[in-house]
C-alpha cells in the first residue's frame, strides 16, 4: 500500500528531506505523496521513515493504493534500476 498524508498535517516539512523516492512535495496546502513513487521505504529501509518521524501521526496507509510487499518491492526496482 502506499501511503497519505491527511489533513492532519501541519506542514512542518520534516517527511519530505527523509523519503528516499522523491515521493513527498508540497501540495496546494499540504504535504502531498505520489503514490507511483511511494514504496513505503521497502528496499531502502525497514519502515516507512516519512511515518517515523511525522510529529502529528497524519501519514497513513492509502486505501486507495494497496500493493503487496512483493508488488512495493517491484516498484522499488523500478525506481532504482536495482534488479
Do not use: F
Not at 528531506?17 to 514504496?39: F, H, Q, R, V
Not at 508488488?71 to 534488479?83: C, N, Q, V
Amino acid at each position: 500500500m502506499s501511503l497519505l498524508i491527511t489533513d492532519e498535517c501541519i506542514n512542518c516539512d520534516v517527511c519530505e528531506p527523509e523519503c528516499p523516492n522523491d515521493a513527498i512535495s508540497m501540495g496546494s496546502e499540504i504535504y502531498e505523496i505520489d503514490w507511483n513513487l511511494c514504496t513505503e521505504c521497502v528496499g531502502h529501509h525497514e519502515t516507512s521513515q516519512c511515518v517515523e518521524v511525522c510529529p502529528v501521526d497524519c501519514i497513513i496507509l492509502d486505501p486507495e493504493h494497496t500493493e503487496t510487499q512483493d508488488e512495493l518491492m517491484d516498484k522499488y526496482r523500478a525506481l532504482t534500476g536495482d534488479e
